[in-house]
């Protein structure tokens, strides 16, 4: 029933839709994946975001090809999207595609791109991880402070996962400077992943 309502377009609007394919998540089996790779052809953005997301949820390694497309999407909410899931799903040939999103002009992308490849065990977003951490660069950007700290602990989490010799030293200066209780916590345990 979840399947015919996230496909019956003429009958229900893109959000049920979408809600459709996020309840997706919680089923496996090839007919739920099916359904899932099928509806990242839908024309509604807000529907193959979800579906992406579910998929990543699924673990759809069969899905790779289906999700690397949207790397090159006009949009850059589905540009962000595939990046992360496709850091999710763990393939590590994907770092290749990943990396020309490093020079996207919407930070979301790069972001998400540099954390993908950082979960792919590749460093070559580790410029990138390293401003995320910089709180200054956020100074002049409007983003509440829920939102910097949510981007300084993926990034030392990131980094964390890169293990550069460099990465340390911006892991001390955070657990001891920075005004964040969350965003010390998360570089504390950083450098306690590191050294060990």
Do not use: C
Request: aromatic residues 6%; charged residues 25%; glycine residues 6%.
């Amino acid at each position: 029933e979840i399947i015919y309502i996230l496909k019956d377009a003429r009958n229900y609007d893109d959000k049920t839709r979408s809600y459709m394919a996020m309840a997706l998540s919680h089923f496996g089996g090839t007919d739920t994946v099916l359904a899932l790779r099928d509806s990242l052809k839908d024309p509604s953005e807000e529907i193959q975001i979800a579906s992406m997301w579910s998929l990543g949820s699924l673990r759809a390694h069969e899905a790779l090809a289906d999700i690397e497309i949207f790397l090159s999407s006009d949009q850059p909410q589905l540009r962000k999207m595939s990046a992360y899931i496709l850091g999710v799903l763990g393939d590590k040939q994907n770092a290749s595609n990943l990396q020309p999103l490093l020079k996207d002009p919407v930070n979301d992308v790069r972001w998400n791109a540099a954390l993908a490849l950082a979960r792919l065990g590749d460093d070559s977003g580790f410029e990138t991880l390293k401003k995320m951490t910089a709180r200054e660069e956020f100074l002049s950007s409007g983003m509440q402070e829920s939102e910097i700290e949510t981007v300084m602990i993926n990034a030392i989490k990131g980094l964390a996962l890169i293990q550069k010799g460099e990465s340390i030293k911006i892991f001390e200066s955070i657990s001891r400077n920075d005004k964040n209780m969350k965003v010390r916590q998360a570089a504390i345990d950083a450098l306690h992943y590191q050294k060990n």
